[in-house]
């Protein structure tokens, strides 16, 4: 069993930044992917940011450039920078986590930006 708890989000104005951590239990190194998703008001839950295996990343496309993922192994912490927020970017963001093939999510932390 995995927990995750996320931390980290807000209600900020466009332009700034936030930066998200999703704290696991056990060891990430053995994960087989973290990852951050985030789900609008009426929408479906989307991908943001993935790091697969430690070392291979990959964005939505609505995100490059923006958002960095990254990961402290001895923390056992995946981060998700977050610059030049627009409004767009308002949603509960999710944390994710796969081991040994099993989806594990975070509890969601909102955040919000708006002027």
């Known amino acids: 069993q995995v927990h995750l708890v996320e931390s980290g989000g807000g209600l900020v104005q466009p332009g700034a930044s936030l930066r998200l951590s999703c704290a696991a239990s056990?060891?990430?190194?053995?994960?087989?992917?973290m990852g951050w998703y985030r789900q609008a008001p009426g929408k479906q839950r989307e991908l943001v940011a993935v790091?697969?295996?430690?070392?291979?990343?990959n964005y939505a496309d609505s995100v490059k450039g923006r958002f960095t993922i990254s990961r402290d192994n001895a923390k056992n912490t995946v981060y998700l920078q977050m610059n030049n927020l627009k409004p767009e970017d308002t949603a509960v963001y999710y944390c994710?986590?796969?081991?040994?093939?099993?989806?594990?999510w975070g509890q969601g932390t909102q955040v919000t930006v708006s002027s």
């Open positions: 056990g060891n990430i190194v053995s994960f087989n992917a």
């Open positions: 790091i697969i295996r430690g070392a291979s990343t």
């Open positions: 994710k986590a796969v081991h040994i093939g099993t989806p594990y």
